[in-house]
């Protein structure tokens, strides 16, 4: 299945496409292994506009078609 990607930051160094094809039924921590973005370096995942918190990442399933944001965590003061 295909699902929309857009990944903010400096987290562009590791994904800097638009789609990436998943096995049906992965879930938002398996995108992010096929990504190669390392789960420590994400702040906000985001599929279709809503957050899912990281302790949701492994259980959130994604479907064809889903848009998901990665952001980078937020620094500065």
């Not at 699902?3 to 903010?8: G, K, P, S």
């Not at 638009?18 to 390392?38: C, F, K, M, R, S």
């Not at 370096?41 to 399933?61: F, I, M, T, W, Y």
Request: hydrophobic share 45%; glycine share 12%; proline share 4%.
């Amino acid at each position: 299945m295909q699902v929309e990607v857009r990944v903010t930051g400096q987290l562009i160094d590791y994904f800097s496409g638009t789609h990436v094809n998943l096995d049906e039924g992965a879930t938002v921590e398996q995108a992010l292994v096929v990504l190669e973005i390392p789960a420590a370096s994400v702040g906000l995942v985001s599929v279709n506009g809503d957050a899912v918190p990281r302790e949701k990442r492994a259980q959130h399933g994604l479907v064809a078609g889903d848009q998901m944001v990665v952001m980078a965590p937020l620094t500065g003061g």
